[in-house]
């Protein structure tokens, strides 16, 4: 989908002068989507302003959303609700000049002004001597400027809305949960797992046969006791592996033989990786419930998220293995719910086990939980290594 050019926006911004007069009732975050409601009399006006770097977009959606949104405050939300709601829109400005920018003017001399440039998209608010943005500002840019007006092609609000729509119900449709298609992921994971375990199966038991005749072929003559002994000891060692790959490979095949799509149905989708992979850059994300969460991803970003965490933060760990540190950000005394701390260690068990995660699906695993109070980095020695007490245990399945 293309973003709104200039002329589109000119449209949009003469149909958006029919709200002045009209009183901001709510703002509503969905990241990337900010929504500020305006009321009059006995209508509603959603302005939908969707932050998509590639495809900055404005919209207004009469009466009700015709989509369903997931609360996630930020800052420029709270803002808003602080400084403008309750109070009426004064009027819309547009200067043809600037590009795909406008303002709206409030009664309490508050201004809102949405740059919706590609790759340059914000939303800035001005209120009681005071700013805030929805990313850092930067300088306009004249080359985000349609200069050929004439050249341009107009769509009507109605045709941006169905395309905007259609993107986001397909986007909805990919992350929704549909317990065959589920069913099928499943199995082809657990064939997948069994395949790469049945080939290092075949490899163990091709060792164990080369090491079985050089014990055949010597005599003790012709090698030392310290190599004899080497032999014997490889020569356990693969059978061990052996037994211990043969008993994943039946829990592997038990567990698909188990698979149906009533036990499927009752499993609740659980996000394996990030909803947003690019906010992975600032090492935290927002879950659906409001909860703030961070991993690092290796010893330096769990030790520089452990010095900035509070005392009462939440740190998760895989327990007995090296790996991601988990975080939950929280407020004082604010209990989180066993399914957002399913969600984190489940994403801290994956970027801990990384190119085992698939041999291990299916396996209970367990996490350590303590406030970030009781977990101290260990001086002098290596970098990411902690002491922890008053640790809780959880335990998760791999899925």
């Known amino acids: 989908m293309k973003s709104m050019n200039q002329k589109e926006m000119a449209n949009f911004v003469s149909r958006l002068k029919s709200l002045e007069g009209f009183t901001l009732n709510a703002v509503h975050s969905d990241s990337p989507i900010l929504i500020l409601e ?22 207004l959606f009469a009466n009700q959303l015709p989509f369903k949104i997931v609360k996630q405050p930020k800052p420029i939300s709270l803002f808003l609700k602080a400084h403008f709601v309750g109070k009426s ?28 440039f590609p790759h340059g998209q914000n939303i800035i608010a001005f209120a009681d001597k005071k700013q805030i943005s929805w990313s850092k500002p930067k300088p306009l840019v004249l080359n985000n400027l349609d200069l050929d007006l004439d050249s341009l092609s107009v769509r ?64 003790s003559s012709m090698i030392s006791e310290e190599n004899l002994s080497q032999i014997y000891e490889n020569k356990k060692r693969i059978e061990k592996k052996i037994i211990g790959q043969k008993t994943r490979i039946n829990e592997l095949l038990s567990q698909k033989k188990s698979l149906n799509l009533d036990n499927i149905k009752k499993i609740k989708k ?56 988990g975080f939950v950000f929280r407020k004082k005394n604010q209990k989180i719910s066993k399914e957002d701390l399913n969600v ?21 695993v367990s996490l350590v939980l303590a406030e970030c109070r009781y977990v101290q980095a260990i001086k002098g020695d290596k970098l990411g290594r902690v002491t922890f007490k008053n640790a809780k245990t959880l335990v998760i399945t791999l899925r």
Request: proline share 5%.
């Open 344 to 364: 984190v260690s489940l994403w801290v068990a994956k970027m801990s086990l990384k190119n085992k995660w698939e041999t291990h699906l299916g396996e209970k």
């Open 89 to 116: 829109l004064k009027s819309v400005e547009f200067n043809q000049e600037k590009g795909r920018l406008f303002k709206l003017n409030f009664t309490n001399d508050g201004v809102i002004e949405l740059r919706l």
């Open 38 to 59: 305006f009321y009059s009399k006995k209508e509603i006006q959603f302005l939908m302003i969707d932050m998509k770097p590639s495809q900055p977009i404005a919209l």
């Open 270 to 325: 659980v996000p394996l990786a990030p909803p947003n992979v690019k906010e992975i850059k600032s090492k935290r994300w927002t879950l659906p419930s409001g909860v703030t969460v961070a991993i690092g991803r290796n010893a330096k970003e769990n030790t520089d998220l452990l010095r900035k965490s509070k005392p009462w933060d939440i740190w998760l760990h895989l327990k007995d293995f090296p790996g991601a540190y």
């Open 156 to 219: 009507t609000e109605s045709e941006i809305k169905e395309e905007w729509l259609s993107l986001r119900n397909k986007s909805a449709q990919k992350n929704s949960f549909i317990p065959e298609e589920e069913l099928k992921k499943q199995k082809v994971k657990l064939e997948k797992a069994i395949l790469k375990v049945s080939h290092s199966l075949k490899e163990q038991e091709d060792e164990l046969k080369i090491q079985m005749e050089k014990l055949e072929n010597i005599s």
